[in-house]
């Protein structure tokens, strides 16, 4: 008894610690108008994305900022290519799948190849900008300054069941990884994005490998975002869910077959930083609900219930109609930490008919041991490393993995770094977070 009481002071502590970074978050993202002469190429990656991929296109397109949409049609068999065509897109038909690729990132390299804008900025089909949303990211990487921008959106649930579970599984990130929006960067390793949203400079990302680094990889944009910050880039997670709403999922069902299949991470979390996560979790949410339905709740139970409850708040404004779903996650969270798990357990490996090995996701060793990697784009040899901060050591769950992006690609040297794959894990995080109890 004595042990899980420390273990759980232990694990509320950490939360706690990653809640109040909260308090000195980056402003959330705002419409502007791009610099004269700026431009901003958007590239969506699709496959047997029909039902969707046309408002994506239709949005990408209202927007200003955008000076051409990209729809890379990865071999769909439901004529996405021509929904995308009438909706004004430039389809690019994808080829063959290599060996060792998945598909997004696959779909993704050959966009990055055909675009022209200056930047790049990549959109999963299911989501839809607003207009200013391409001037706003590039303004904040001007400002932050980041190299890599990312935005975190506003979700769209058609039930409250769907929403309950969607915001019991968002709290899990949250939990892990703090809100959106750090006023400085963590280490590498703790880094998260939005693959639902990115952008960087063509030329800087491309000079990079593009998303060579992370080809085998279901986890794309977290191995991304984790492989360029390893090597000195600035990476920016951004509140923007004024400007970006995302629809994930149809159904409950949905919710819980495809995003509760990408929330452990486990091609980019160690197996040890997977059980310190589930660990920390059951410890803070699953723990005190069992105790206070038993009747038996201690004082810790009830700070971390009132910290659960506090957290309802900034969860509200992460969806476009909050309803008594979001109210009643928290009485998901078990759900959440039982989906969570199954998922670390027996890692899903497949999407859209198509089956990834483990072998094609790079093997573990830190990115870039060997050899000097380029330096971000416009930053002088000296800075590659500013702004970098590295977060507290108190944590249970706070190493991933030794840096799997970065396999050998060519000759053995390091590849070099700057969907349509499994929704993305950290599409957002509530923001500002609740205070802690006490």
């Not at 190849?113 to 900025?121: C, I, R």
């Amino acid at each position: 008894m004595k042990l899980r009481t420390a273990a759980q002071g232990a694990a509320a502590a950490v939360v706690l610690a990653r809640l109040a970074r909260g308090r000195g978050m980056r402003p959330p993202l705002r419409a502007g108008v791009l610099p004269a002469g700026t431009t901003v190429s958007a590239v969506i990656p699709a496959r047997d994305e029909a039902a969707r991929i046309g408002p994506c296109v239709v949005a990408a397109r209202a927007d200003p900022g955008v000076s051409e949409v990209i729809v890379v049609d990865d071999e769909s068999a439901d004529g996405t290519a021509a929904v995308a065509a009438r909706a004004g897109a430039r389809v690019i038909p994808g080829r063959p799948l290599p060996p060792g690729w998945v598909g997004k990132q696959w779909a993704l390299q050959q966009g990055l190849e055909v675009a022209s804008g200056e930047y790049v900025l990549t959109l999963d089909a299911d989501a839809r900008p607003r207009p200013g949303l391409a001037a706003a990211l590039v303004t904040a990487a001007a400002q932050g300054p980041f190299d890599l921008v990312s935005a975190g959106p506003r979700f769209v649930c058609d039930s409250a069941a769907e929403q309950g579970l969607h915001a019991a599984m968002l709290a899990t990130l949250v939990y892990r990884f703090g809100p959106i929006g750090p006023a400085r960067q963590p280490r590498p390793g703790r880094v998260v994005v939005n693959g639902q949203c990115l952008l960087a400079r063509r030329a800087g990302l491309a000079a990079a490998g593009g998303f060579a680094p992370v080809r085998g990889y279901l986890t794309d944009d977290i191995a991304l975002a984790r492989d360029l910050a390893r090597r000195g880039w600035r990476i920016g997670f951004l509140d923007g869910r004024d400007l970006l709403d995302v629809d994930m999922h149809a159904s409950v069902a949905g919710v819980w077959r495809e995003w509760g299949r990408s929330l452990p991470m486990t091609d980019v979390t160690s197996p040890a930083s997977q059980a310190a996560d589930l660990a920390v979790l059951g410890l803070t949410t699953v723990l005190p609900l069992a105790r206070l339905a038993a009747g038996r709740p201690t004082a810790l139970d009830l700070g971390l219930l009132a910290t659960r409850v506090g957290l309802l708040g900034p969860l509200r404004g992460c969806y476009a109609s909050p309803g008594p779903g979001v109210y009643l996650s928290p009485l998901a969270d078990v759900a959440a930490l039982i989906r969570m798990t199954g998922g670390t357990i027996r890692p899903v490996r497949s999407w859209r008919g198509r089956r990834y090995p483990v072998s094609s996701a790079p093997s573990a060793g830190r990115a870039h041991r060997a050899g000097t990697a380029p330096e971000p784009p416009g930053r002088p040899a000296d800075e590659s490393g500013a702004g970098l901060a590295d977060e507290s050591g108190a944590g249970l769950a706070d190493e991933p993995p030794e840096g799997r992006p970065g396999a050998p690609s060519d000759g053995g040297r390091p590849a070099r770094p700057s969907r349509t794959a499994p929704r993305s894990v950290t599409s957002a995080h509530p923001s500002p977070p609740p205070r802690g109890p006490g």
